[in-house]
């Protein structure tokens, strides 16, 4: 099966909020993804709604449920109470739990699953009841006793955090370091029956590698390399140019 890709919209809706106008259109640059094969949406909800507005996410789910059956919504963040009733009443096909301080600049590690098992239970279990896929975000090196106890939880999927290896496009050795890492701990936890997703940082360049260490990936988030790319080449192309690496 090919990669599927999710479109993260949160840089287009944080280049939005630099003025009160309602331009770039997060549902129009949204549809230009579908349009051109994206699988489906990601967003990121912060508290302080400095990119994603929670007046976004009922947008973007009638978007997908009016015009294109079949694509996936994501809402990725950390689980308080406000987001998970803002997921609960958007219905998404899948949440990304994410442990996010709200200060932080963007997502840099994944949980400590043995110290949040109970928490992440209970959190896993409300999601999970109400039909919704639940992937859990995880640092690139997780040891099998930590991928344990996220299958414990009771999760469908981990999302590898992907920005060690991104972060290395200068340098080949430790790129191909990093790679290794998120190779073993993918095959620990399919090992386990968890599905694999990744995002940060990934780009055309370092995606061939990643796709080709871990032929069971099953989603990849991007958003800041896909946003960029599409200053040179517009949204519709660059969605292009990512699904033909992820499908080969």
């Given at each position: 099966?090919?990669?599927?890709?999710?479109?993260?919209?949160?840089?287009?809706?944080?280049?939005?909020?630099?003025?009160?106008?309602?331009?770039?259109?997060?549902?129009?640059?949204?549809?230009l993804?579908?349009?051109?094969?994206?699988?489906?949406?990601?967003?990121?909800?912060?508290?302080?709604?400095?990119?994603i507005?929670?007046?976004?996410?009922?947008?973007?789910?009638?978007?997908?449920?009016?015009?294109?059956?079949?694509?996936?919504?994501?809402?990725?963040?950390?689980?308080?109470?406000?987001?998970?009733?803002?997921?609960?009443?958007?219905?998404?096909?899948?949440?990304?739990?994410?442990?996010?301080?709200?200060a932080?600049?963007?997502?840099?590690?994944g949980?400590?699953f043995v110290?949040?098992?109970p928490?992440?239970?209970?959190?896993t279990?409300?999601?999970r009841?109400?039909?919704?896929r639940?992937?859990?975000?995880?640092?690139?090196?997780?040891?099998?006793?930590?991928?344990?106890?996220?299958?414990?939880?009771?999760?469908?999927?981990?999302?590898?955090?992907?920005?060690?290896?991104?972060?290395?496009?200068?340098?080949?050795?430790?790129?191909?370091?990093?790679?290794?890492?998120?190779?073993?701990t993918?095959?620990?936890?399919?090992?386990?029956?968890?599905?694999?997703?990744?995002?940060?940082?990934?780009?055309?360049?370092?995606?061939?590698?990643?796709?080709?260490?871990?032929?069971?990936l099953?989603?990849?988030?991007?958003?800041?390399?896909?946003?960029?790319?599409?200053?040179?080449?517009?949204?519709?192309?660059?969605?292009?140019?990512?699904?033909?690496?992820?499908?080969?």
């Open positions: 099966m090919p990669v599927r890709l999710s479109v993260n919209l949160n840089a287009i809706a944080f280049l939005r909020n630099r003025r009160d106008l309602p331009w770039p259109s997060v549902t129009g640059i949204g549809a993804a579908l349009e051109a094969g994206a699988s489906g949406l990601t967003v990121h909800p912060r508290p302080d709604q400095r990119h507005r929670f007046s976004d996410v009922p947008a973007i789910r009638a978007l997908i449920d009016d015009r294109f059956a079949g694509c996936e919504f994501n809402i990725e963040g950390y689980p308080t109470e406000e987001f998970l009733a803002l997921c609960i009443a958007n219905e998404p096909e899948q949440v990304t739990l994410v442990p996010d301080d709200p932080q600049p963007t997502s840099d590690h949980w400590d110290a949040v098992q928490f992440l239970t209970k959190v279990s409300r999601l009841d109400k039909g919704i639940v992937s859990l975000f995880c640092d690139p090196d997780a040891s099998e006793a930590q991928l344990a106890a996220a299958k414990a939880t009771g999760a469908n999927r981990v999302e590898l955090y992907t920005g060690p290896y991104g972060g290395a496009y200068d340098d080949d050795r430790r790129a191909q370091a990093e790679l290794e890492k998120l190779k073993n993918a095959e620990t936890a399919h090992a386990l029956g968890l599905g694999v997703n990744a995002g940060h940082d990934l780009t055309v360049g370092n995606l061939p590698a990643l796709v080709a260490a871990i032929p069971f099953a989603e990849t988030s991007i958003g800041h390399a896909l946003s960029a790319d599409a200053f040179v080449h517009g949204m519709a192309e660059t969605v292009k140019r990512f699904r033909a690496v992820l499908e080969g």
